[in-house]
Nanobody, 113 residues
């Protein structure tokens, strides 16, 4: 059974940083691409960043230069380092293996002004 467990969210002031983690089990981690998505209240879910099995990376325009996605294949974990946070980054963040229907429960990120 595939499990995706996100952690690291919380309440932070504008300009602050958070590091999200997504621990993956039940599937072959190293051969999969993983994306971090976010969904703000009343808005559609959007792709924030994605990292391929070979390390190729995509960033959404809204977070370029502020967020960094990475992976540790030895720990079966995907990370999202988020810097210079602003209230517009407030959302539930979830990780998602590309090409699957698997989703974690998400972790709430709230940025106060």
């Amino acid at each position: 059974q595939v499990r995706l467990v996100e952690s690291g969210g919380g309440l932070v002031q504008a300009g602050g940083s958070l590091r999200l983690s997504c621990a993956v089990s039940g599937t072959t981690f190293s051969t999969r691409a993983f994306g971090w998505y976010r969904q703000a209240s009343g808005k559609q879910r959007e792709l924030v960043a994605q990292i391929g099995a070979g390390g190729n990376i995509y960033y959404g325009d809204s977070i370029k230069g502020r967020f960094t996605i990475s992976r540790d294949n030895a720990k079966n974990t995907v990370y999202l380092q988020m810097n210079s946070l602003n209230p517009g980054d407030t959302a539930v963040y979830s990780c998602h293996p590309a090409g699957t229907s698997w989703w974690g429960q998400g972790t709430q990120v709230t940025v106060s002004s």
